[in-house]
Every structure is written in structure tokens, then in C-alpha cells.
């Protein structure tokens, strides 16, 4: 597809389990990101990637949350010991390259439920 | 405080009128400024880039001062379609990841 696709699109799952979410992000595009966005705010940065590695993990919250992209393209963000507080919609976005003229793409989002 | 701030909204305005949006933002260092739309349950998407000389598109039209740290968002002759959050967007200091305002919803109503 022509777009930045996130799989699943919604997740529901229960206190304690382990998730993860999926980023097919734009072809070509190199630079990858991933936010969590809350009702009633604003998406939240937790991590990009420049290529395979991850270049700025700042913004994940605690060590429950890890983010892989082996081969430079799809990510994965992964979610242990999940806890209500999770629920949130996980946003993945794509751009061209990392700076600050690059716009940033987003995905349709993985709504994520826990229970 | 927050590192972007928004008009609280809700905007509710009819068909046809003229509506603004303001928007702070607290690091000097920012780099890039964008307005982003987001329609219930859907992702962001770019509505426009903000420069500092002030750009237009169509009936939007976005403005930047960055010695007061303030960024506008103008619509003219509201349309219906427009109804949706009206998302401040600024990239970090490092110029990557983008810091989002709360958004502000503007309801268009007939």
C-alpha cells in the first residue's frame, strides 16, 4: 500500500499479558516513529528510528515497552506485563529522512484495550 | 507548562465564518511548525507547514512568530467538512520528534 499501515487495528487484551503492535511504515521512507495518543490529547512521542537503530528512545515510559526494526522497514513495539494505564491508541508514523523539514506520515493506529 | 498549548475549545461556529486558532510553544529551539488535522478516530494528517513569513492555502492560513513563540491558524468561510481537531505541531529540539499540542475541535455547524 501506499501508506504507512499498523497492525492490528485494534487489540484487547488483559492486565498482565504481553502485546505487540506492528508498523509497515512508507516504502523508502527510513525514518520511523511511534506515539501514543490518549482520548482527549495529543499524540505522544516514544521513539524513532533512523534506519535499524533506535536513535531516540526518550519518551517510552518504562522498561515494559521495547521497539525493534531488524531490517530497517517494519517495526515492532512491544508491550510486557501491560497494565490499564496501557490503553491508549499506539501511532506509527514514517518520513523520508530524520530533520526537521521532513514531514512525518502517520499510520491509521493500533487502538489498544487492556483490560 | 505544557510545551504547547492550545485555545481550549470547543470552536463551534457556522457555516461560512471566519475562525481562529492560537497556539504557544515553550522551546525556543524549535525548528519546524505544523498544523495537523485529525478527524474523530482517525490518525493526524498535515493539514499545512507553518513559515515564519506567514503562507496561505486556500481558505487557510497559517502564521509564525517565533519571538513570541506563537503560531495562528486562519480558516475563512467555514465549511462543513472542516469540523474535526485542529492538532499545534512543533519538531523537538532535537528535530525529530514532533511535540503535539491537545488540539482544538472545531464543530461547523449548517
Known amino acids: 500500500g501506499a501508506g504507512v499501515s499498523q497492525t492490528p487495528s485494534n487489540k484487547v487484551t488483559e492486565k498482565g499479558k504481553y502485546v505487540e503492535l506492528r508498523c509497515d511504515p512508507i516504502?523508502?521512507?527510513?525514518?520511523l516513529y511511534w506515539y501514543r495518543q490518549s482520548l482527549g490529547q495529543g499524540p505522544e512521542f516514544l521513539i524513532y528510528?533512523?534506519?535499524?537503530?533506535?536513535?531516540?528512545d526518550s519518551g517510552l515510559p518504562n522498561d515494559r515497552f521495547f521497539a525493534v526494526r531488524p531490517e530497517g522497514s517494519v517495526s515492532t513495539l512491544k508491550i510486557q506485563r501491560t497494565e490499564r494505564g496501557d490503553s491508549a491508541v499506539y501511532l506509527c508514523?514514517?518520513?523520508?529522512?530524520?530533520?526537521?523539514?521532513?514531514?512525518?506520515?502517520f499510520g491509521a493506529g493500533t487502538r489498544l484495550s487492556v483490560l | 507548562r505544557k510545551e504547547v498549548e492550545q485555545d481550549p475549545g470547543p470552536f463551534n461556529v457556522p457555516e461560512g465564518a471566519t475562525v481562529a486558532f492560537n497556539c504557544t510553544y515553550s522551546?525556543?529551539?524549535?525548528?519546524?511548525f505544523f498544523w495537523y488535522r485529525q478527524d474523530c478516530r482517525k490518525e493526524p494528517k498535515l493539514l499545512m507547514s507553518?513559515?515564519?513569513s506567514g503562507n496561505e492555502d486556500g481558505r487557510f492560513t497559517a502564521q509564525l512568530n517565533r519571538a513570541s513563540q506563537y503560531i495562528s491558524l486562519l480558516i475563512r468561510d467555514s465549511k462543513l467538512s472542516d469540523s474535526a481537531t485542529y492538532l499545534c505541531?512543533?519538531?523537538?529540539?532535537?528535530?525529530?520528534?514532533?511535540?503535539f499540542g491537545k488540539g482544538t475541535t472545531l464543530s461547523v455547524s449548517s
Open positions: 516504502s523508502g521512507h527510513t525514518a
Open positions: 507553518v513559515y515564519s
Open positions: 505541531v512543533v519538531n523537538g529540539q532535537a528535530g525529530t520528534a514532533l511535540i
Open positions: 522551546n525556543s529551539a524549535s525548528q519546524s
Open positions: 528510528f533512523q534506519g535499524t537503530g533506535a536513535a531516540d
Open positions: 508514523a514514517s518520513s523520508l529522512r530524520v530533520g526537521a523539514k521532513n514531514i512525518q506520515y
